[in-house]
């Protein structure tokens, strides 16, 4: 009479399951482990080199480095900008917050904005030009520029 399988075969079943799970899974370990450490050091360089830069505005310029009219069909927006880091950059956006509440996004004009290729390089000053057609009646209270390279490093002006 049998009373169940023997400890061996028992032993050798477990190990081709166990085999057999690892073939399948494997595969997407090494892949989830391959991607994260590619992220994880890709956003490392970018921490580190973003902990060099830094930009100002240039406050010869304007009132605080700003110019804005509001009051004609094109609304315009200037400022001028002063690399002090040590990193290019580049991409720059015009974040804009009316009556301290209201805040909309304006990309520099292509004649102003710095790209990849024609960064604003340290110690270079630089104009950008916003121009929108949005009609604007509420009041322009600060200003904040960012950029494309290191998101986190910004620039702000309480007008």
């Not at 110019?67 to 290019?88: C, M, P, Y």
């Not at 580049?90 to 520099?108: G, P, V």
């Not at 121009?131 to 960012?146: E, G, P, R, Y």
């Given at each position: 009479?049998?009373?169940?399988?023997s400890?061996?075969?028992s032993?050798v079943?477990?190990i081709a399951?166990i085999?057999?799970?690892a073939?399948?899974v494997s595969p997407?370990i090494?892949?989830?482990?391959?991607?994260?450490?590619n992220?994880?050091?890709s956003?490392?360089?970018?921490?580190?080199?973003?902990?060099?830069?830094?930009?100002?505005?240039?406050t010869g310029?304007?009132?605080?480095g700003?110019?804005w009219?509001?009051?004609?069909q094109?609304?315009?927006?200037?400022?001028?900008i002063?690399?002090?880091?040590?990193?290019?950059?580049h991409?720059?956006?015009?974040?804009?917050t009316?009556?301290?509440?209201?805040?909309?996004?304006h990309?520099?004009t292509s004649?102003?904005?710095?790209?990849?290729a024609?960064?604003?390089?340290?110690g270079?000053?630089?104009?950008?030009?916003?121009?929108?057609t949005?009609?604007?009646?509420?009041?322009?209270?600060a200003?904040?520029?960012l950029?494309?390279?290191?998101?986190s490093v910004?620039v702000s002006?309480?007008?």
């Amino acid at each position: 009479m049998m009373k169940g399988i023997s400890p061996i075969i028992s032993t050798v079943i477990l190990i081709a399951i166990i085999f057999s799970i690892a073939t399948f899974v494997s595969p997407w370990i090494f892949q989830l482990i391959t991607s994260t450490t590619n992220q994880t050091s890709s956003d490392t360089s970018t921490e580190i080199k973003c902990m060099n830069a830094a930009y100002d505005f240039d406050t010869g310029y304007g009132t605080y480095g700003v110019k804005w009219e509001f009051s004609t069909q094109n609304d315009t927006l200037g400022a001028r900008i002063k690399n002090t880091g040590t990193v290019n950059l580049h991409s720059f956006q015009f974040e804009l917050t009316f009556n301290d509440t209201i805040i909309s996004y304006h990309n520099a004009t292509s004649g102003t904005q710095r790209t990849r290729a024609n960064p604003l390089k340290p110690g270079q000053s630089a104009f950008l030009n916003a121009s929108f057609t949005d009609n604007v009646n509420d009041t322009l209270t600060a200003i904040k520029i960012l950029n494309g390279p290191c998101p986190s490093v910004y620039v702000s002006q309480e007008l």
